[in-house]
């Protein structure tokens, strides 16, 4: 049974940075793609950053250069580093696994993942 637990938001001043981190049970990474998606108020789930099994990494256009996507050396545990954070980066972040095996053609996508945790609040003013 695949489960996820987020850490690691807050509020924080524009400008300023954040790690999310993500706990997971129940897979091996060594099979399984992890995705970081976000949603503000009113808007679509949309997706930031994933990270493939390989190790092979994919952002979202908006956050590229700004944020990172890493495993951590905890088993299961993967991280999302956000500089110069913007009011416009405000929004519930979310991860998400699935089997890298059963993708398609974007991580980034949300239909992608069948696994998700309850999401962690980042708020920046």
């Known amino acids: 049974h695949v489960q996820l637990v987020e850490s690691g938001g807050g509020s924080v001043q524009a400008g300023g940075s954040l790690t999310l981190s993500c706990s997971g049970s129940?897979?091996?990474?060594?099979?399984?793609?992890l995705g970081w998606f976000r949603q503000a108020p009113g808007k679509e789930r949309e997706g930031v950053a994933s990270i493939h099994s390989n190790g092979s990494t994919e952002y979202d256009a908006s956050v590229k250069g700004q944020f990172t996507i890493s495993r951590g050396n905890a088993r299961n545990t993967v991280h999302l580093r956000m500089n110069t954070l913007k009011p416009e980066d405000t929004a519930m972040y979310y991860c998400?696994?699935?089997?890298?095996?059963?993708?398609?053609?974007?991580?980034?996508?949300?239909?992608?993942?069948?696994?998700w945790g309850q999401g962690t609040q980042v708020t920046v003013s």
């Open positions: 998400a696994a699935a089997l890298c095996l059963l993708g398609g053609s974007s991580w980034l996508d949300h239909r992608e993942y069948n696994y």
């Open positions: 129940g897979y091996t990474d060594r099979t399984y793609c």
